[in-house]
């Protein structure tokens, strides 16, 4: 199983970038998927979760500027980023909880990470 994310790159503040995530290889089920950044010298946070359903979850301090989503025929995770600000400058990584057989169980995988950098 792999993650591959792609997108980000470097934005003035104000602006917007997305980035995805999508998932391969030998999948039974993809549950629920998210987005993390870590910034220098900081712990990885959470950014955003989305369920199979649709539900949504996000951190506080990207509410209403971010949205996640996610495609369930392509196993893919999507994050749109608005009104940037220097302080969303992170690795961003997907994960996603993922069962390979049909006996087996859900496990997190993460993705590589991408990075994201916001000017001011």
């Known amino acids: 199983v792999q993650l591959q994310a792609s997108g980000g790159g470097l934005v003035q503040a104000g602006g917007s970038l997305s980035v995805s995530c999508a998932v391969s290889?030998?999948?039974?089920?993809?549950?629920?998927m998210g987005w993390y950044r870590q910034a220098p010298g900081k712990q990885r946070e959470l950014v955003a979760t989305?369920?199979?359903?649709?539900?949504?979850n996000y951190a506080d301090s990207v509410k209403a500027r971010f949205t996640i989503s996610r495609d369930n025929a392509k196993n893919t995770v999507y994050l749109q980023m608005n009104s940037l600000k220097p302080e969303d400058t992170a690795v961003y990584y997907c994960?996603?909880?993922?069962?390979?057989?049909?006996?087996?169980?859900?496990?997190?995988?993460w993705g590589q990470g991408t990075q994201v950098t916001v000017s001011s």
């Open positions: 994960n996603a909880r993922i069962q390979t057989t049909a006996w087996g169980t859900r496990n997190i995988y």
């Open positions: 989305i369920t199979s359903g649709g539900s949504t």
């Open positions: 290889g030998r999948i039974f089920d993809v549950g629920a």
